[in-house]
């Protein structure tokens, strides 16, 4: 646990109003006093000004010593929802503290809570103590869009007692808020076209296609009829079943346009905040990921632009399974930030510009493309990705260029425009319907609410969503 910072010089002291009229009649009288040559005046004049200037000296050394710990409840939120944000603020000093205004500091673009005044803490308490050194702050903060928002430190505005200067002083440190994209609920009736035995299963049978894998035992209440194991069953006289169908870990993956390289080329200008296309595409990510998940598939999230080179995330290299990979994959995305004019091409220069991408694996998955504006090199990258995919869906937006679509539909890709977030749910449901052609039967969507591949037992990525003192 950290430990908690103390108050810092956040501004210099400046007057009240209170002040700056005694300022203003200090000066007055001292322009009398010369002009009538009223010397007695000149007195009055001095402690007009004088008494400013020492309240301002006095708040200026007068540090609060006070230690804040700060909560939000629930830890991490959704975009278009809130958080309660909880202070708990305690006195440090073995004076009372009071007379002091409060005001926790936000990013940018939020809505921060008035200022208020800070009710009266009593001095700190080591040997019994009773909590009246410690007073309890809360309010509500909504949050629009996703990204990690740094909220805090709280700011204490402190005065003299005659209320002359005041001094804003920062008191603790800042936290992070994680604010994750919407997620679409999508059809649970449509799931994806991949074996449940699981891709790696597949490639274990493909390798040793003579052993026996087969572990038949009694039929048990719930086991779905696609796993009976018929000769076995003949030869006990009772229902038996393939236990082997337990180990499956079907995988699929997503591809996300996160450098949106054929903007800088058509010269665009870029929008240094958001970029309503790239927030699109992580919603339609999201959307997809945590359906993927519930239905028990192992997903991994990379970028469009390199593939092979790795996920999207530098802790869990994209790759994301049940427990706990929901929360993690879209704490990942959050933190992904809007391309810009001046990132973009760092950022193709990164992850390797021309390279090749990953060689199609032998056992196919179900493969899902969110683009935005990628460009000739990206549609590549798809096209030499299509054979290891099945089915293999694009998620387009608006800006996606001509010459890419016809590109990925040459491929067999399954294009589908989305172009705003209401329509996510439709677009996912509409990717089950192929429309004519000769690759009809192999780019459909199929159902598995009843035969839903088995969850992977795999280890957690660690997002928890732990929220610890500031």
């Keep these: ?51 400013p200037v020492i309240a301002a000296v006095f708040v200026s050394l007068r540090p609060p010593r006070l230690a804040v710990f700060r909560t939000f409840t629930p830890a991490t939120i959704a975009a278009g929802t809130s958080t309660w944000v909880a202070l708990a603020v305690k006195n440090r000093s073995k ?18 809570p ?49 209320a002359l200067a005041r001094i804003d002083r920062d008191v603790g440190s800042a936290r992070e808020l994680i604010v994750t994209p919407r997620v ?50 003949a030869r006990r006289g009772e229902l038996m079943v393939r236990e082997e169908e337990q180990r499956g870990d079907p995988e699929a993956r997503i591809l996300l346009d996160t450098t949106l ?13 958001v970029h309503a296309g790239f927030e699109l595409g992580i919603e339609v990510a999201a959307s997809i990921g945590v359906h993927l998940l519930d239905l028990g598939y192992q997903v991994r999230c990379d970028a469009v632009a390199d593939p092979a080179r790795g996920g999207i995330a530098s802790t869990n290299d994209g790759e994301y399974h049940m427990p706990g990979g929901d929360q993690g994959m879209l704490e990942d ?37 969110v683009l935005v504006e990628p460009d000739e090199h990206d549609a590549a990258n798809l096209v030499a990705l299509r054979p290891g ?20 539909e040459a491929a067999d890709w399954r294009v589908v425009r989305v172009r705003r977030p209401t329509e996510i749910g439709g677009a996912w449901s509409g990717s089950a319907v192929r429309g004519p052609g000769p690759a009809a039967s192999t780019g459909r969507i199929s159902a598995t609410a009843a035969a839903r591949p088995p969850a992977s037992t795999g280890r957690s990525n660690g997002h928890d969503g732990h929220v610890d003192e500031s």
């Excluded at 004076?95 to 921060?112: E, K, Q």
């Design 184 to 233: 679409t609920p999508l059809d649970a009736a449509l799931g994806t076209a991949a074996s449940v035995d699981g891709v790696l299963h597949g490639l274990q049978r493909r390798t040793h296609p003579n052993s026996d894998e087969l572990i038949a035992r009694e039929y048990r209440y719930g086991d779905p009829l696609r796993r009976v194991n018929w000769a076995a069953t």
């Design 261 to 273: 390289s054929a903007r800088q080329r058509t010269r665009h200008e870029f929008d240094d905040h």
């Design 95 to 112: 004076r009372t503290f009071d007379g002091a205004h409060w005001r926790d500091r936000v990013p940018d673009g939020l809505a921060a």
């Design 333 to 369: 995305l959050a933190r992904l930030d809007s391309p810009t004019q001046h990132d973009a091409p760092e950022r193709r220069a990164s992850t390797g510009g021309s390279s090749a991408p990953a060689r199609a694996r032998e056992a196919r998955m179900p493969g899902f493309a």
């Design 1 to 51: 646990m950290r430990r908690p910072s103390f108050a810092r010089v956040a501004a210099w002291p400046r007057l009240t109003r209170r002040g700056g009229a005694l300022v203003l009649m200090g000066a007055v009288l001292v322009a009398v006093s010369l002009w009538f040559d009223l010397r007695d005046i000149l007195l009055l004049a001095f402690v007009a000004i004088a008494m």
């Design 114 to 162: 008035p200022d208020a005044v800070l009710p009266a803490i009593g001095p700190f308490e080591r040997m019994l103590p009773s909590g009246d050194d410690t007073v309890h702050l809360e309010y509500r903060l909504r949050v629009s869009r996703r990204g990690v928002y740094v909220v805090g430190p709280l700011r204490v505005g402190l005065t003299d007692p005659f």
């Design 389 to 408: 995919f099945e089915p293999a869906v694009a998620f387009v937006t608006e800006s996606t260029s001509a010459r890419v679509v016809d590109a990925l």
